[in-house]
């Protein structure tokens, strides 16, 4: 193989990511704009019973099965509030669209951290940016001792995942919850670490056409800090449950041990898992010292750009590392968007950021690692999008998921000019034009792309979107837009109020 090709996507803004997305941030934000975006970022109520859509245009009558979305929908208990856009309570979404017809439901993940704030009508479960506060009522002993505790949080509120055929919702800790997707119930809680040495997984593993699932989570055992590859089968025995059969196939050492990075996905290609490790940094003494310095895990986080960006390839067959250290200047990337193996190269798409300075300098003097032996290829890449260009900022990318992998042409996203996606847009890597589709007063979430049924071209099928208003007398709705042309088919109003969240999946029905 020789050197790895990186195309970057867009810039989605600079400055410190965790603070931009605050809760107090995205309220103040409002300020800024035209219009107040606030009730995106407040909390609703679920709508536990399906209610009928209103359909506008048409809903294609070959479309049959579940838009699913998760997201934060509760930002209190009592007088508690949380302090980040992360935090909220997940909030089930289901558009389920057949004949033609759509209905709506949604229901609050039942998770232990759910109830346990619902009963004592506080927060007493710590999330991301909130550290909750320790119960008055228990005696100081239990207080103190509490302190050196780390939480884990099963408030899955990032994502739908599969594994061996079982829907769960994920967030990035140990906890996964299983799902029903039809009726949107709770089922059991799953621990990772009870089925492999991980400390949590990220919310968008891969998956191969098969159904094997490859995901990442660290691991902070007595070997010290790892990055893990992990493999899920495809299949269930009859006697197994859940994550049973899950293996970790490769194990990567961190560039310092108490500071691994923090990632929220990363590439696969036929062959190869390609991990980015990023110059985000966890440091696990401020984890580890949270309590007592009274803050939260966010807190634990920083940008420090004089490590360097590190893309380390492992066969996904073997476990196997390559033996070149693939590495470039400082960049921050929550989403990647597909990776594939061209004439001898990895190609990685992903939607990108500087970290706002030119460290290419210092970042050669820092190169950590200088002892190792690997042999070192500097990476370059290119931009897929003007940054001129209004839709400037993509993110939320999602592509036929047949091309996962593989070459490709198409994919789909959120534009962000600022904090709230206000157009949804097409973009071709080939020609590096985009279509977009937007409509003032609206914001679209994450577009998921369903394929007409035994289609073989990349974009004959529909794109899905959740469009939002924070206009109290405008109704949200489930779009539904020609993949090719990106000209909308049809919508389907529902009067609900729905805040703005994160990830989705498109459930088929079983016929
Ligand atoms: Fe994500």
Redesign the pocket.
């Known amino acids: 193989m020789g050197a790895v090709g990186v195309s970057r996507g867009l810039q989605a803004g600079t400055g410190s990511l965790k603070k931009l997305l605050s809760l107090q941030n995205l309220h103040f934000s409002s300020q800024a704009q035209v219009e107040c975006m606030a009730p995106l970022f407040q909390t609703v109520s679920e709508t536990p019973k399906p209610v009928q859509a209103k359909v506008f245009g048409t809903i294609p009558e070959w479309i049959n099965g579940s838009l699913l979305r998760n997201g934060p929908g509760q930002f209190e208990f009592g007088e508690d509030k949380y302090n980040h856009w992360f935090d909220g309570m997940a909030l089930m979404h289901q558009f389920k669209i057949k004949n033609g017809a759509v209905t709506y439901m949604s229901k609050f993940l039942e998770s232990d951290s759910y109830k346990l704030n619902k009963s004592q009508n506080r927060i007493v479960a710590s999330e991301f940016g909130t550290l909750a506060v320790p119960d008055p009522c228990k005696t100081l002993y239990d207080r103190f001792m509490s302190k050196f505790k780390i939480d884990s949080t099963d408030n899955c509120n990032?994502?739908y995942v599969l594994y061996k055929g079982d829907y769960y919702v994920s967030t990035e800790t140990n906890f996964m919850r299983k799902v029903d997707p039809e009726a949107l119930d709770t089922l059991e809680k799953v621990d990772w670490s009870k089925f492999i040495a991980v400390n949590g997984a990220t919310?968008?593993p891969h998956y191969d056409p098969d159904g094997t699932s490859y995901n990442m989570g660290n691991s902070y055992g007595k070997q010290g800090t790892r990055y893990n590859i992990i493999k899920v089968p495809s299949q269930k025995s009859a006697s197994e449950e859940t994550l049973e059969g899950a293996q970790v196939i490769c194990s990567i050492e961190p560039q310092e041990k108490m500071k691994p990075s923090y990632y929220?996905?990363f590439g696969m290609t036929e062959n190869y898992v390609v991990f980015i490790e990023l110059p985000l940094k966890l440091n696990l003494m401020k984890i580890i010292t949270s309590k007592i310095r009274g803050k939260s895990f966010s807190s634990s986080l920083s940008w420090e750009p004089d490590f360097q960006t590190i893309f380390h390839v492992v066969n996904k067959h073997t476990g196997e590392p390559h033996s070149v250290l693939f590495y470039t200047k400082p960049f921050m990337s929550?989403?990647q968007i597909n990776a594939y193996e061209d004439q001898g190269c990895i190609v990685i798409d992903l939607c990108g950021q500087d970290g706002g300075e030119d460290l290419d300098a210092l970042s050669l003097q820092n190169l950590r690692k200088s002892e190792h032996t690997l042999d070192k290829v500097w990476c370059t890449h290119e931009n897929l999008q003007d940054h001129s260009r209004e839709e400037y900022g993509l993110e939320?990318p999602q592509i036929n998921y047949k091309y996962n992998a593989r070459k490709y042409r198409y994919f789909y996203g959120c534009g962000f000019p600022y904090l709230v996606a206000q157009s949804l847009v097409k973009m071709d890597v080939q020609i590096k034009k985009p279509k977009v589709w937007k409509e003032k007063g609206f914001y679209p979430s994450e577009p998921i792309f369903v394929p007409y049924p035994n289609s073989v071209e990349e974009d004959k099928g529909v794109i899905l979107s959740a469009v939002l208003t924070p206009h109290q007398d405008k109704n949200i709705f489930l779009l539904v837009l020609d993949a090719k042309d990106f000209v909308e088919i049809g919508r389907a109003e529902v009067p609900v109020k729905m805040p703005y969240g994160?990830?989705g999946i498109f459930v088929p029905q079983k016929s």
Do not use: G, R
Request: proline residues 0%; neutral net charge.
């Open positions: 990032v994502n919310a968008h929220h996905s929550f989403h939320f994160f990830h």
